[in-house]
C-alpha cells in the first residue's frame, strides 16, 4: 500500500479527514486518481489487488473503498463481499468498463453504493465520494474536533483497526432508537459498548440501567424488571418500582438475554410491542419510553433452532448486530490496555508502578486469553498486588497467568483461512519488524518473507516511524 497524507490548500474542505482506499492493478491509473483525489483534500491509500486491498483494510481505518471490477487475484465484487462481511459499514464505489456494467448494475442491488464507468469525470467521481461519504455518516471533522467528540467512548481503551470499525457502528447507530444487539465472548466488553451508545445517543443525559439477565434469580426477574405492587405476592411489603420504569426516558441494557427464562420472555416481547409495563398485581400497564440494547455470549439462533429462546423476540431485539472482537483478535491492544490497568491500579494500591519489564510485556501479548479483558485485568491486578519494584518481572506476569508464557502459536498450527490474519496481528506486535515476527511464528526469515508475498504483506505497513513513511512516500513516483 502507498499512501499520504493531504498536504494541499483544499486539505480543510468538508472533505477534511476522510481516508480512501484505491484498488487497481493499473499503477498509471491509481497514480492519477491518487493526485486528483488528494488534490480536493482527502487523504489516499492505494493496493492493486484484493488481497493487498484487504490487508491495508485490517491495518487502517478507511471511509470508502473505490475499486476496479476487474482485478488480477479475484473479482472486484468478490472484494466487495469480503469487506461487508467484516466491515459492513464501509460504502464500496466500483469502477467498471463498458463490458462489466451489468455486473455493476447487479452489484449495488447487493449493497454496493454505486458504481462508475471508465473513462468517468473528476466531478462525476468527487460527486459520488461526497454522497456516499454523506450518506454512510462518515465523521470529517477536524482532528480537534473528532477528540473533542470522543468523550462518548472514553471508557474503551483500543487503537485497534477491528475496534475502530465496531465504534464507528455504535456510533452510527447510537444516534437511532434502532434495538441494538451486541454479540461477544464473555469478558469482551459489552457493556462497556453500550454504555458508550448510550452516550452516543439523544437518550445520554437520561439514566442507563444494566440488568444482567443471567443473575437475578427467576422468581425475582419479573419483579426487578416491571415492579410490583403492595402485597403483590408473600413479602411485597411495599409497592416496587422496576428498573424499567426507572430509566424512562434513557436506555434499558439487557446483559445475557440468552438466558432469560422463555416465560418472561413472553413477557418482555409485550413491554416492546406496546412501550408499556404492567407491574406484578397491577390492574393497568404505564406507558414508557425506554430505548433497548442486549448482549450475549451465546449462540441465539442455536438456542431458536432448540426452542429456548422466541423468534419474534430475536428479530425485536437484533435489529442491529454489533460483534465485538476476542482480545486474541485485537492483540495490539494488549499494551495499551496492561499498562492502563497498571496506572489505575498503582493509585489503587499506592504502588511505584511504573510498566512491565520487555519479557513480562512479551509475555502479555503472546499469551492465550480465553477470559478476554476481564482476564487481562485480573492478570495484570495480580501482578501489580505482588510487585515490590517499578518495574512488573516477568515471573509475576507468569505466575498470574498460572503457567509459563508462550512464544505464541507456531504457523503450523495456525489453519490455513487465518494464516493472513495470524500474519498480521504478528506485524502489528512487532511494529513491522520482520525478524522479530519471524522469530514468534518460529519461521526463518526466508520463509517468513514468502508468506508475506502470499499474502501481500508489506512490512514497511506497518511500522509508524516517519522515515519508513517517508521513504514509502518518495517510492511512490518511481
Same mark, same amino acid.
Given at each position: 500500500?502507498?499512501?499520504?497524507?493531504?498536504?494541499?490548500?483544499?486539505?480543510?474542505?468538508?472533505?477534511?479527514?476522510?481516508?480512501?482506499?484505491?484498488?487497481?492493478?493499473? &499503477?498509471?491509473?491509481?497514480?492519477?486518481?491518487?493526485?486528483?483525489?488528494?488534490?480536493?483534500?482527502?487523504?489516499?491509500?492505494?493496493?492493486?489487488?484484493?488481497?493487498?486491498?484487504?490487508? !491495508?483494510?485490517?491495518?487502517?481505518?478507511?471511509?470508502?473503498?473505490?475499486?476496479? $471490477? #476487474?482485478?488480477?487475484?479475484?473479482?472486484?465484487?468478490?472484494?466487495?463481499?469480503?469487506?461487508?462481511?467484516?466491515?459492513?459499514?464501509?460504502?464500496?464505489?466500483?469502477?467498471?468498463?463498458?463490458?462489466?456494467?451489468?455486473?455493476?448494475?447487479?452489484?449495488?442491488?447487493?449493497?454496493?453504493?454505486?458504481?462508475?464507468?471508465?473513462?468517468?469525470?473528476?466531478?462525476?467521481?468527487?460527486?459520488?465520494?461526497?454522497? =456516499?461519504?454523506?450518506?454512510?455518516?462518515?465523521?470529517? =471533522?477536524?482532528?480537534?474536533?473528532?477528540? &473533542?467528540?470522543?468523550?462518548?467512548?472514553?471508557?474503551?481503551?483500543?487503537?485497534?483497526?477491528?475496534?475502530?470499525?465496531?465504534?464507528?457502528?455504535?456510533?452510527?447507530?447510537?444516534?437511532?432508537?434502532?434495538?441494538?444487539?451486541?454479540?461477544?465472548?464473555?469478558?469482551?466488553?459489552?457493556?462497556?459498548?453500550?454504555?458508550?451508545?448510550?452516550?452516543?445517543?439523544?437518550?445520554? &443525559?437520561?439514566?442507563?440501567?444494566?440488568?444482567? !439477565?443471567?443473575?437475578?434469580?427467576?422468581?425475582?426477574?419479573?419483579?426487578?424488571?416491571?415492579?410490583?405492587?403492595?402485597?403483590?405476592?408473600?413479602?411485597? %411489603?411495599?409497592?416496587?418500582?422496576?428498573?424499567? +420504569?426507572?430509566? *424512562?426516558?434513557?436506555?434499558?441494557?439487557?446483559?445475557?438475554?440468552?438466558?432469560?427464562?422463555?416465560?418472561?420472555?413472553?413477557?418482555?416481547?409485550?413491554?416492546? +410491542?406496546?412501550?408499556?409495563?404492567?407491574?406484578?398485581?397491577?390492574?393497568?400497564?404505564?406507558?414508557?419510553?425506554?430505548?433497548?440494547?442486549?448482549?450475549?455470549?451465546?449462540?441465539?439462533?442455536?438456542?431458536?433452532? %432448540?426452542?429456548?429462546?422466541?423468534?419474534?423476540?430475536?428479530?425485536?431485539?437484533? $435489529?442491529? !448486530?454489533?460483534?465485538?472482537?476476542?482480545?486474541?483478535?485485537?492483540?495490539?491492544?494488549?499494551?495499551?490496555?496492561?499498562?492502563?490497568?497498571?496506572?489505575?491500579?498503582?493509585?489503587?494500591?499506592?504502588?511505584? /508502578?511504573?510498566?512491565?519489564?520487555?519479557? %513480562? /510485556?512479551? =509475555?502479555?501479548?503472546? &499469551?492465550?486469553?480465553?477470559?478476554?479483558?476481564?482476564?487481562?485485568?485480573?492478570?495484570?491486578?495480580?501482578?501489580?498486588?505482588?510487585?515490590?519494584?517499578?518495574?512488573?518481572?516477568?515471573?509475576?506476569?507468569? #505466575?498470574?497467568?498460572?503457567?509459563?508464557?508462550?512464544?505464541?502459536?507456531?504457523?503450523?498450527?495456525?489453519?490455513?483461512?487465518?494464516?493472513?490474519?495470524?500474519?498480521? +496481528?504478528?506485524?502489528?506486535?512487532?511494529?513491522?519488524?520482520?525478524?522479530?515476527? %519471524?522469530?514468534?511464528?518460529?519461521?526463518?526469515?526466508?520463509?517468513?518473507?514468502?508468506?508475506?508475498?502470499?499474502?501481500?504483506?508489506?512490512?514497511?505497513?506497518?511500522?509508524? *516511524?516517519?522515515?519508513?513513511?517517508?521513504?514509502?512516500?518518495?517510492?511512490?513516483?518511481?
Amino acid at each position: 500500500m502507498r499512501t499520504s497524507p493531504t498536504t494541499t490548500g483544499d486539505a480543510r474542505t468538508a472533505q477534511d479527514g476522510a481516508h480512501l482506499l484505491l484498488v487497481d492493478d493499473d &499503477a498509471d491509473l491509481l497514480r492519477l486518481l491518487s493526485m486528483r483525489l488528494r488534490a480536493s483534500g482527502y487523504r489516499v491509500s492505494t493496493a492493486e489487488s484484493a488481497e493487498s486491498a484487504l490487508a !491495508c483494510l485490517a491495518v487502517e481505518r478507511f471511509s470508502l473503498v473505490l475499486s476496479d $471490477v #476487474r482485478l488480477p487475484d479475484r473479482d472486484g465484487l468478490l472484494l466487495f463481499e469480503e469487506i461487508r462481511q467484516t466491515w459492513p459499514a464501509l460504502p464500496v464505489i466500483l469502477l467498471t468498463a463498458h463490458g462489466t456494467i451489468p455486473d455493476a448494475v447487479e452489484a449495488t442491488s447487493r449493497g454496493v453504493f454505486g458504481y462508475l464507468t471508465k473513462p468517468f469525470d473528476s466531478k462525476a467521481l468527487l460527486g459520488k465520494i461526497a454522497q =456516499a461519504l454523506q450518506i454512510g455518516g462518515t465523521p470529517h =471533522a477536524s482532528c480537534e474536533e473528532r477528540k &473533542a467528540a470522543a468523550g462518548w467512548r472514553d471508557g474503551i481503551i483500543s487503537h485497534s483497526s477491528r475496534m475502530a470499525t465496531v465504534l464507528d457502528e455504535a456510533q452510527l447507530v447510537a444516534a437511532s432508537d434502532a434495538s441494538v444487539l451486541i454479540r461477544g465472548d464473555s469478558g469482551t466488553g459489552k457493556e462497556l459498548l453500550a454504555r458508550a451508545i448510550h452516550e452516543a445517543s439523544p437518550r445520554a &443525559a437520561c439514566p442507563f440501567i444494566a440488568i444482567n !439477565c443471567g443473575a437475578i434469580p427467576e422468581q425475582l426477574l419479573e419483579s426487578e424488571l416491571f415492579g410490583h405492587m403492595k402485597g403483590a405476592f408473600t413479602g411485597a %411489603a411495599s409497592a416496587h418500582t422496576g428498573l424499567f +420504569q426507572a430509566a *424512562d426516558g434513557g436506555t434499558v441494557f439487557l446483559d445475557e438475554i440468552g438466558d432469560m427464562p422463555l416465560a418472561l420472555q413472553v413477557k418482555l416481547l409485550r413491554v416492546l +410491542q406496546e412501550r408499556a409495563v404492567r407491574p406484578v398485581g397491577a390492574s393497568r400497564a404505564l406507558a414508557i419510553d425506554v430505548r433497548i440494547l442486549s448482549a450475549t455470549h451465546r449462540d441465539l439462533e442455536a438456542a431458536l433452532v %432448540a426452542g429456548t429462546f422466541r423468534e419474534d423476540l430475536f428479530y425485536r431485539l437484533n $435489529v442491529v !448486530c454489533l460483534n465485538l472482537p476476542t482480545l486474541d483478535e485485537r492483540r495490539e491492544d494488549i499494551p495499551l490496555l496492561a499498562n492502563h490497568f497498571l496506572r489505575g491500579l498503582a493509585r489503587k494500591y499506592q504502588k511505584r /508502578l511504573r510498566g512491565f519489564a520487555p519479557e %513480562a /510485556l512479551e =509475555a502479555l501479548t503472546t &499469551a492465550a486469553w480465553p477470559g478476554n479483558i476481564r482476564q487481562l485485568q485480573n492478570v495484570v491486578e495480580q501482578a501489580s498486588a505482588l510487585a515490590t519494584t517499578p518495574l512488573i518481572p516477568l515471573a509475576l506476569v507468569e #505466575r498470574a497467568l498460572r503457567g509459563p508464557s508462550i512464544e505464541a502459536l507456531s504457523y503450523a498450527e495456525a489453519k490455513l483461512r487465518f494464516e493472513r490474519n495470524y500474519l498480521i +496481528q504478528l506485524l502489528k506486535l512487532t511494529d513491522g519488524n520482520v525478524s522479530d515476527a %519471524a522469530r514468534l511464528a518460529d519461521r526463518n526469515r526466508t520463509e517468513f518473507y514468502r508468506l508475506l508475498q502470499r499474502h501481500s504483506l508489506t512490512p514497511s505497513l506497518f511500522r509508524s *516511524d516517519s522515515a519508513d513513511v517517508a521513504r514509502e512516500r518518495q517510492q511512490e513516483f518511481h
